[in-house]
């Protein structure tokens, strides 16, 4: 199929007349009018334009055609002006047979021509080479296929890997390419001691307990990339750049070298937003990211929302050499909701350690609550609580998965006599499920189960008790709004369970729509959890830095009311 296309060229503008322009017409198949359409560059020229004007701009459009169509694989094709286009110039394009890779030939020089390690890994380069014979010749796939090669030397083991030479042999009469690149890889590099430069406020050790970088250790530019997003990701630093010299010469042990500017060490901050849970919300809070000079990092904070107030104060100190990241806590909560007022005190800490996808925490936890049901009277009770916690995350992506698994489990307990009024264990179990369909449309499956083994809740904490309803549960019950009724208030039972399903059809990258259906209770017997308490319903999806957000419309079937749910659609 030909098509006809307008190549237009613009001149410069000035304050008193219009753009002058230059029309050319295109003839060729319409794929490669469309390519040279978007390739070819003329020099503006302002009407009238005179014989010897067309000529050079004829000429320049059919040296232009012919280079871009080679850079295409079109070796043998003809541009001619046609004599019958009048004022206007109509370049005819005849672009004949389109070059194919008849042959490809990768030769390897340096250490990775050594051994049977280095053999693999030749071979494993080869089978994944991007242009194979047979394949169409383009010079920028060419192009792109030889920095591909040579950046996979260079993203492990060989940061010194070089193009010596490569070569493409066409033969236009054959319509033939033949390919041959030789690469030299260089010595093998090893890493070695952290070089930490812009450090002012804080010690070399505090940058050296973030890195799991062993001296000697074989060299990749991911475990340099994780390095520098651990301590981007951290409260001392504003910038990181973590890098290497790449000197062929000094390849053994290499110093690591991190380059760092240090970020305010103390921030206030104030903030506002609001969530179908707990309506809207206030908060300002305070840190300081260099408490005794020591790089411990203490958050402060209010938050006033609609429900309560809480007050906190945490410490988290770095990360020990095996990992582990240890954090202590205040807390003084009081919470007004469906009926049940609660003021709790707790006294924490916390171990938490993440290995891969797998993040794991033992805690342990002081609390004393005082518990009001309905303006009656107050009760108050205590629990010393260890509890160990973990959880895998295999998904595509955190934030926003599409592929994947997150399950989790917990378990903990108290003892009498031990700070606490009760003895009782809880164990929780979750899990959420993702598949990509129809290419960019996401199904996700959701259940959660909880059961708190006590011979009766009196004096177990509502904290490690359990209710249902409202975002992240069963959408279109209010926050909490599912448990065992004590007088006319909810209170928390000893079972959970919820499941849920969701279909988002993504319309835009950035814009969804969802379907759901969600049902669940909690209730202090397992008889009673059933029949579960259901709803479904319509939403939108928003994919913000953050997360996608979600607001949602359910309706619930046992109340038989359409509530909006607000929330932030990530996993646990």
Do not use: C
């Amino acid at each position: 199929m030909l098509a006809l296309i307008a190549v237009w060229a613009l001149a410069p503008s000035t304050a008193a007349a219009d753009y002058a322009l230059n029309l050319i017409d295109i003839e060729a198949p319409a794929p490669l009018a469309e390519f040279l359409r978007e390739n070819i560059s003329l020099p503006a020229a302002e009407p009238p334009l005179d014989r010897v004007q067309r000529m050079r701009l004829g000429a320049l459009a059919r040296k232009q055609s012919a280079d871009l169509l080679a850079t295409e694989g079109y070796f043998n094709a003809q541009a001619d002006i046609a004599k019958d286009g009048g004022e206007r110039l109509r370049l005819v394009v005849t672009p004949g047979p389109r070059a194919m890779i008849s042959s490809v030939e990768l030769n390897f020089t340096g250490a990775i021509a050594h051994g049977d390690e280095g053999a693999a890994r030749m071979a494993t380069l080869r089978a994944t080479w991007r242009l194979a014979a047979g394949q169409p010749f383009r010079q920028r796939d060419w192009d792109d296929a030889k920095d591909a090669l040579r950046q996979a030397l260079l993203d492990k083991d060989y940061a010194a890997a070089r193009l010596e030479e490569s070569r493409a042999e066409v033969d236009p009469e054959a319509a033939t390419v033949r390919l041959s690149l030789s690469i030299d890889s260089g010595p093998a590099f090893t890493l070695g001691t952290l070089d930490v430069r812009g450090l002012q406020r804080y010690d070399r050790e505090l940058v050296e307990r973030y890195s799991r970088i062993a001296p000697g250790e074989r060299y990749s530019q991911e475990r340099l990339l994780d390095l520098q997003r651990t301590l981007q990701n951290t409260p001392y630093f504003s910038s990181v750049r973590v890098s290497i010299d790449h000197d062929p010469a000094e390849a053994e042990r290499v110093p690591v070298q991190i380059s760092v500017v240090e970020a305010r060490a103390k921030r206030v901050s104030f903030g506002a937003g609001y969530s179908s849970n707990n309506g809207p919300r206030a908060q300002a809070s305070y840190s300081d990211a260099n408490i005794i000079g020591r790089g411990w990092l203490l958050d402060t904070g209010l938050r006033i929302d609609a429900r309560g107030q809480m007050a906190f104060v945490d410490l988290h100190l770095p990360p020990t050499p095996k990992d582990y990241r240890d954090s202590f806590g205040l807390l003084d909560e009081r919470n007004d909701n469906q009926g049940l007022f609660t003021n709790r005190l707790a006294l924490g800490a916390v171990r938490a350690q993440t290995r891969g996808s797998v993040e794991t925490q033992l805690s342990l936890n002081w609390q004393r609550e005082q518990r009001q049901v309905d303006q009656g009277d107050t009760s108050t009770s205590q629990a010393l609580v260890l509890n160990y916690a973990w959880t895998k995350r295999a998904v595509d992506n955190v934030l926003d998965p599409r592929r994947g698994y997150v399950i989790g489990a917990q378990i903990g307990g108290a003892a009498r006599g031990l700070l606490s009024d009760r003895n009782f264990i809880r164990t929780t179990l979750r899990g959420q499920r993702y598949w990509t369909v129809f290419q960019r449309d996401v199904v996700t499956l959701r259940a959660d189960a909880g059961w708190t083994a006590a011979t009766t809740r009196d004096d177990v904490p509502e904290q490690y008790l359990f209710r249902a309803g409202g975002a992240q549960s069963v959408r279109g019950y209010a926050y909490q709004s599912l448990g065992v009724r004590e007088d006319s208030a909810i209170v928390g039972g000893r079972y959970l369970f919820s499941v849920g399903a969701e279909y988002v059809r993504w319309l835009t990258p950035e814009w969804g729509a969802a379907l759901f259906v969600d049902a669940g209770n909690a209730a202090d017997q397992p008889q009673a959890l059933f029949p579960l308490r259901r709803s479904l319903g319509i939403g939108a999806r928003w994919r913000s830095p953050a997360g996608p957000l979600a607001f949602d419309l359910a309706y619930a079937e046992h109340d038989r009311k359409i509530r909006p749910v607000f929330s932030i659609a990530i996993a646990f």
